[in-house]
């Protein structure tokens, strides 16, 4: 009788370290799996911020344009114009041509919603050249960026020892991703939740049974053959 108690007891232990390998083994996927779900809700958060950031940028509209000088139609007044056509207001904003400041920031540069502000091109009657006419702001973050007339549009980034204004590339494509990105990061969300709910390869309550009835049924069948044997 000790050797079938002996015999139960090790199927018992054996059974019990396979939940506990099983048990952990889930809690490692658990782990793994909240720690990618994080990161991904991080990245898209930020790049939710940054496409947001964009398209409020964006709302600062640059253009040029000009009209007839009274020496003379044969002479035109190039003008680069900026405006807000956003519902908060940028401040620092500066208008130039290349590296020429045309006209100091008046009001530190602030520029309301809905205002504008034109200055005049020192282009002495040519066509200027719409990849030197930008104005250089920073929104109500404290954001630096850089729109030129062509629109491009790039954003800014104060360098940590020097202060030095760094411009990225363009921002095109961030601006159409926050333009349609509402029903992206929805959809986003979405199959997150879904995947949340599974767990793939991972503890589940047909795998306790199974393991459950596997246990049940090598106790019966040792019993049932040391039985027989004795």
């Not at 309301?112 to 066509?127: D, I, R």
């Amino acid at each position: 009788m000790g050797e079938l108690l002996d015999i139960m007891g090790a199927v018992v232990g054996a059974g019990g370290l396979a939940l506990t390998y099983l048990g952990l083994r889930h809690q490692w996927k658990q782990a793994r799996e909240l720690g990618v779900r994080q990161v991904a809700l991080q990245t898209r958060e930020r790049e939710t911020e940054r496409q947001d950031a964009t398209l409020h940028a964006s709302m600062l509209r640059v253009a040029v344009g000009k009209q007839p000088s009274r020496l003379g139609l044969s002479v035109a007044l190039w003008w680069l114009t900026v405006t807000n056509d956003s519902t908060q207001p940028f401040t620092g904003v500066a208008l130039r041509y290349g590296d020429q400041a045309l006209a100091p920031a008046e009001l530190n540069g602030l520029l309301g919603p809905g205002a504008c502000v034109t200055k005049a091109l020192p282009v002495n009657g040519e066509e200027p050249d719409p990849a030197r006419c930008f104005v250089e702001f920073t929104d109500v973050a404290g954001r630096p960026w850089r729109r030129f007339a062509s629109g491009d549009l790039h954003r800014g980034h104060l360098g940590p020892l020097d202060g030095e204004v760094r411009w990225e590339a363009g921002e095109a494509h961030h601006v159409r991703a926050a333009l349609v990105g509402g029903s992206e990061v929805s959809a986003g969300s979405g199959a997150i939740a879904a995947t949340g709910g599974s767990l793939s390869g991972g503890l589940n309550a047909r795998t306790v049974v199974a393991v459950v009835c596997g246990m049940a049924v090598t106790v019966v069948m040792v019993v049932a053959w040391f039985v027989t044997v004795r």
